[in-house]
């Protein structure tokens, strides 16, 4: 008989891996635009691409019957905003001829830096020793991917 703990860390898995695939699908999309010569169809693909996100979430609510308040809808809402213009900027780099082995570890290690940065100075957060040790490996990732 399988218990329930076993069937929420696969479905965790699950939901992980789907986030993993489709967090590293919006940017590759804008590295092949840009690399196509469409840096002007840009705004429009990522306005479908967190359209598509949105159907996905909406689709993934009905199929499980979970319902949601305001504020996590308030808060989805944020993060997607905040997204969009971190995608946004990334394209506008690449539609200006940054190349993209500089524009994504800096649009990367920007993000980590800034969630750093805010857990420590505005949540009072302590990093123990496997948090700074992500930390460290995720820095020195962004410098080799960026060496490349």
């Known amino acids: 008989m399988r218990s329930a703990g076993m069937d929420k860390s696969k479905l965790w898995m ?7 695939v489709a967090n590293g699908l919006g ?3 804008l590295k092949v635009l840009t690399e196509r010569g469409l840096a002007s169809d840009q705004s429009q693909y990522l306005f479908y691409w967190y ?10 609510l009905v199929v499980r019957r979970a319902g949601v308040n305001g504020r996590e809808v308030l808060l989805g809402a944020a993060m997607g905003g905040c997204s969009f213009a971190g995608q946004s900027f990334t394209a506008l780099a690449l539609s200006h001829a940054v190349p993209g082995h500089i524009a994504f570890p800096l649009t990367t290690g920007g993000s980590l830096f800034m969630v750093a940065a805010a857990g420590i100075l505005f949540f009072k957060e302590k990093i123990g020793p496997y948090g ?3 930390v ?4 020195v990732s962004l410098v080799m991917l960026s060496i490349a």
């Open 27 to 29: 940017p590759f999309g």
């Open 136 to 139: 460290g490996l995720g820095i």
């Open 51 to 60: 359209l598509g996100g949105v159907v996905f979430a909406l689709a993934a």
């Open 14 to 20: 699950q939901l992980m891996l789907v986030s993993f």
């Open 132 to 134: 700074l040790c992500g």
